[in-house]
């Protein structure tokens, strides 16, 4: 059994491991020792080519309300009424003027959307613009490359040739449309006085030490999330790429750029109305749900309107739950009101998730994130479940005639967890594997995969020492994933089964990092732990949809639709949220469905159940490590050949995005 990565090791022999390939095709060989790359990606690969698609087809509609369908959803990949919510207080009387379109109720209500776009027309809806004689103005609509609407209002300067992805479409205003773009926008600047106004009233309240606990909590919130982009009017607020103006990986807490920080001992009079209401708002979402209900913004206006809008959201889905009481819907948009209402949608949600399966929704592209309540396990869901249990049953020593038939019969049973089992030196790893490469045929994905911790022996004895600080300081080689592609996805990497090795591990490498990125996030708030790097750990399962836009590992390796399953693993008496998942993609064809998440879910609840099995096993003195999902038996598993030699890849692979 070898012996597991991340051991007593000295200074010289880590730094040399580390400069050797872990590619399973260049494994042994000297990092970096190629002459060129193995694959080539396209130059506007991801979000940039995407964009100039969207404007091409957005360019060539005939008419302007033709064009704002393509750009609203960006030709079908996001819904459009992300887009609507993203528009400024000009932009938005301006679409409301020219072609009726508004996120609001007629009413002024926030409410779903009807049609394909995914918009409404405002009761105060002016005509088309050119009906009612010659253009008064000449306005612009655009794309910009961060991959917002851009629109050039009347009074406004010509739209930053810079920002945009392709040129302008000229769009003109007669009498009627500027009479009612002019009240939209009167109307728009009242609300937005007047909810600046109230934002500032509330914060008052709260006392200076009130305040700096918000301020603290948003800091905390823009750390330990996934990257988020909000807007107040033409304030953007971001932990993501560019130029950040809150705290996340570019940005340390307390650095003068972050927005947040600067605020801290600003008196209150002092502060602009978009930082009040970018205070107020992530107070508000964070106190229905947690910090995961940042994202739920991402890409649009960060407005008391718009917090509201979420909130009616939750509370409708939540109302829906049968045996769950009904959340009372806020009286008005005062902030008073709807702290209220997230407090009481924050104390429900555990009750929902009692009676129905929370999930959230993701909008790759924009990096959008809804959260939903499942329907019920229909037959499809069953049947995917069905059919990996029964090659679990034909592969495992374990009966039953469902996933939670065999996890009885496991937990009645678990000590050959511990044991070697087939090919693997542990029952653990065999049951992983079994279990991801079921998965990936039965759902029909390109690429299945599970992680967890390679020693437990090492974290309960760390945990039963209160060895805090050794825990964040280990690496990712203390962590494993085993990901089985089904080998017909070689054709997404250039019909190479060892690129679609590389891939593998890539993926696999990548999970590693996930792992470690969330293990902190469940231990005792020491300084070690504040200090170190991480992310909330993740408690409900996803769905997403071209996730291939942003993130370069997705890019590189075409990771388009996909469900995560975290799961939550006991280890010594101490719960451990995301310590494992599972995980499904596609590279192309459908997205998942929601029946397909609620199988995946009871799939990776399998896997985890066996590995707080295993963890029991370790706690009462079993020696369980996991030794297997390492470069070396990606190559093997992927590809069914010994060791990979040197330049095992051929020519290198262009692919598409």
């Known amino acids: 059994m070898k012996e597991p990565a991340g051991r007593h090791e000295s200074r010289r022999a880590v730094n040399a491991r580390k400069r050797i390939s872990r590619r399973p095709s260049r494994l042994g060989t000297p990092a970096g020792s190629t002459g060129k790359p193995d694959r080539v990606g396209e130059p506007d690969a991801g979000f940039p080519g995407l964009l100039k698609r969207v404007w091409r087809r957005a360019s060539e509609a005939g008419d302007l309300r033709s064009s704002l369908d393509v750009l609203l959803t960006l030709d079908g990949h996001v819904p459009g009424d992300i887009q609507l919510r993203a528009l400024n207080s000009a ?12 996120w609001r109720d007629p009413d002024g209500a926030t409410d779903g959307f009807a049609d394909a776009v995914g918009t409404r027309a405002a009761a105060s809806a002016g005509p088309a613009p050119g009906t009612s004689g010659p253009p008064a103005f000449l306005g612009e609509i655009g794309l910009t490359t961060s991959g917002r609407i851009a629109l050039r209002t009347p009074g406004a300067r010509p739209l930053d040739p810079r920002d945009l992805v392709g040129g302008v479409r000229r769009v003109p205003y007669d009498r009627a449309a500027l009479d009612a773009y002019r009240r939209e926008l009167d109307r728009a600047r009242e609300r937005n006085a007047a909810c600046a106004a109230d934002c500032r009233v509330w914060l008052a309240e709260q006392g200076p030490e009130g305040r700096d606990a918000l301020l603290a909590q948003a800091r905390e919130a823009a750390a330990r999330t996934a990257p988020f982009v909000l807007y107040q009017e033409d304030m953007q607020y971001t932990n993501f790429r560019g130029r950040n103006t809150l705290t996340g990986k570019t940005l340390w807490p307390g650095h003068p750029d972050c927005v947040l920080s600067a605020l801290q001992d600003l008196p209150l009079d002092l502060w602009s109305d978009q930082d009040v209401q970018l205070v107020v708002c992530l107070t508000l979402l964070i106190r229905s749900a947690g910090f995961g209900r940042v994202e739920e913004a991402n890409g649009t206006q960060l407005t008391v309107d718009h917090v509201a809008y979420t909130l009616e959201r939750v509370r409708r889905a939540y109302s829906t739950v049968s045996g769950v009481e009904p959340v009372p819907a806020a009286t008005s948009h005062r902030v ?38 499942a329907a019920d396990p229909g037959p499809a869901a069953r049947a995917r479940q069905d059919a990996v249990a029964e090659r679990l049953r034909a592969r495992l020593p374990l009966a039953g005639g469902t996933l939670t038939e065999l996890g009885l019969n496991l937990a009645a049973a678990p000590g050959w967890l511990a044991e070697p089992h087939g090919a693997f030196g542990t029952g653990l790893e065999s049951l992983v594997y079994e279990t991801v490469a079921a998965t990936v045929d ?12 390679r020693s437990l022996p090492d974290l309960v004895r760390a945990l039963r020492g209160e060895s805090w600080a050794e825990i964040c300081d280990w690496d990712i080689t203390r962590f494993f994933c085993c990901v089985v592609p089904r080998p017909e996805a070689a054709a997404h990497f250039g019909s190479s089964q060892a690129a679609l090795a590389d891939a593998a591990w890539a993926m696999s490498s990548r999970m590693q990092y996930n792992s470690w990125h969330f293990v902190a996030g469940n231990l005792p708030r020491v300084p070690e732990v504040v200090a170190r790097d991480h992310f909330v750990p993740p408690v409900v399962p996803d769905i997403a949809f071209f996730s291939d836009q942003h993130h370069h590992g997705h890019v590189g390796n075409n990771v388009r639709f996909s469900i995560r399953s975290p799961q939550a693993v006991e280890v010594d008496g101490r719960r451990f949220d995301g310590f494992m998942d599972l995980r499904l993609l596609r590279c192309a064809g459908d997205p998942f469905g929601e029946q397909d998440l609620l199988a995946a ?35 093997t598993a992927v590809t069914g050949r010994g060791p990979a030699a040197s330049g095992a890849l051929a020519d290198p692979v262009r692919r598409a995005s």
């Open 336 to 373: 008073a009101e709807l702290d209220r209402l997230a407090v009481a949608l924050r104390e429900r949600r555990r009750a929902v998730g009692q009676h129905a399966q929370l999930y959230r929704e993701i909008h790759g592209a924009l990096m959008h994130k809804v959260e939903r309540v």
């Open 91 to 102: 932009e938005q009387a301006a679409l409301t003027a020219l072609c009726g379109l508004s």
């Open 601 to 635: 879910h009871q799939v990776s609840g399998f896997i985890a159940r066996a590995t707080s099995l295993a963890a029991g096993l370790v706690a009462a003195g079993a020696a369980l490590e996991v030794t297997a999902f390492d470069s070396d038996w990606h190559w």
């Open 442 to 453: 039965v759902f029909g994905a390109d690429f299945a995969m599970s992680r967890g911790m």
